[in-house]
């Protein structure tokens, strides 16, 4: 099972990344790419460089429970080192897999949008794009709409500043949460409540994932601690599949 809230299990064809936007300054996979470098973890040799794996491609052909996969929590599979001859074959393993619901996050929606603009989306293949702040994040909410994909979805994590009005036409689901670890960011809570509304009235389904290293009050503490609660509740929808 994935730490991840808003997934079931995570699946890393590819892993490594280099840094795009102001979302990337405290990389959680970074890190953790590091740290598992350190211990001789197969896959990590050497750290966070881009690295394709063909011999986990097969790993979701191998589960026949319908399992919700974060494809690539440790990379972006839209990353100019990616080759796309690879993202075929991760994709033919996703179109062999139509039990199993694959969510697809990048920084990098224009190499997705060329991409898929000569290739189908798979079904059961949910694409997402990171929205941290205006100046780097909301701009790449246009190009995801543009890809005709059955669920487009948001990760408005880490919320870094109050991204104002966004057109949420077209857009599923979005996800919210705080920065993470001893440098964290601090989200406002009228930044959360902003996309919020902007997400009811759109009909798009709302995810408050988590408070991060900062509680509501921009108070340092734990993670764990701070919690998911948001205005007296745990916000958990997930987008609505239809047939």
């Not at 995570?10 to 996979?29: D, R």
Request: some cysteine; overall charge positive.
């Amino acid at each position: 099972m994935s730490s991840i809230e808003w997934t079931e299990q995570t699946w890393n064809p590819v892993t490594g990344c280099t840094k795009i936007s102001a979302g990337c300054k405290h990389c959680y996979a970074e890190t953790m790419a590091r740290r598992l470098q350190a211990m001789g973890v197969t896959g990590y040799e050497n750290g966070f460089t881009i690295a394709c794996h063909e011999n986990r491609l097969s790993v979701p052909l191998r589960r026949k429970k319908p399992t919700m996969y974060f494809v690539n929590s440790m990379s972006d599979l839209f990353h100019p080192r990616v080759p796309f001859v690879f993202i075929d074959k991760v994709m033919q393993t996703i179109s062999a897999t139509p039990q199993h619901t694959y969510q697809i996050l990048t920084k990098r929606p224009a190499t997705m949008a060329k991409y898929f603009g000569c290739r189908g989306v798979p079904e059961n293949a949910w694409l997402g794009v990171s929205v941290e702040n205006k100046r780097h994040g909301v701009p790449r909410i246009d190009v995801l709409r543009g890809i005709d994909a059955n669920i487009r979805f948001l990760s408005v994590e880490p919320l870094l500043e109050d991204v104002g009005e966004i057109d949420l036409a077209g857009i599923h689901w979005v996800i919210v949460g705080g920065e993470s670890g001893h440098k964290a960011r601090p989200m406002h809570p009228q930044w959360v409540a902003g996309v919020k509304r902007q997400c009811r009235s759109a009909g798009a389904r709302f995810f408050f994932k988590q408070w991060g290293a900062h509680d509501k009050n921009g108070a340092k503490g734990s993670k764990k601690g701070n919690g998911r609660m948001y205005r007296g509740r745990i916000y958990d929808e997930m987008p609505v599949v239809t047939a």
